[in-house]
Nanobody, 126 residues
Framework: VQLQASGGGLVQSGGSLTLSCTAA????????MGWFRQASGKEREAVSC????????FYVDSVKGRFDISRDSAANTVTLQMSSLKPEDTAVYYC????????????????????WGKGTLVTVSS
């Protein structure tokens, strides 16, 4: 199983970026998909998660109203549209997959996710 994230880069404060993650080796329609991030010197945190059917989403409070998660299960892809970016959004962003029974138990937390991509760096300059 491989998860390949892309779309990171350097952007000015207030700008936008779109992250994409494509999975290979499995069918993502059977998994909850999520985005996490880890800033330098900080613990990894959940950013956003989306249910198998795409009807239910979770966002950490700090990104609500600015980030939008979506998925295309036919393409095995999850996307995170990020706007109004702030310097505090600077981090390595990881996509991940969670079996639904783990997600029901743990929610949008790292513990629920057992497939991880390598991450893509997002840097927001002030």
């Amino acid at each position: 199983v491989q998860l390949q994230a892309s779309g990171g880069g350097l952007v000015q404060s207030g700008g936008s970026l779109t992250l994409s993650c494509t999975a290979a080796g499995l069918t993502t329609e059977h998994f909850v998909m999520g985005w996490f991030r880890q800033a330098s010197g900080k613990e990894r945190e959940a950013v956003s998660c989306i249910s198998m059917g795409g009807q239910s989403t979770f966002y950490v409070d700090s990104v609500k109203g600015r980030f939008d998660i979506s998925r295309d299960s036919a393409a095995n892809t999850v996307t995170l549209q990020m706007s109004s970016l702030k310097p505090e959004d600077t981090a390595v962003y990881y996509c991940a997959l969670a079996p639904p029974h783990y997600y029901r138990q743990y929610g949008c937390q790292s513990t629920a996710f057992n497939y991880w991509g390598k991450g893509t760096l997002v840097t927001v300059s002030s």
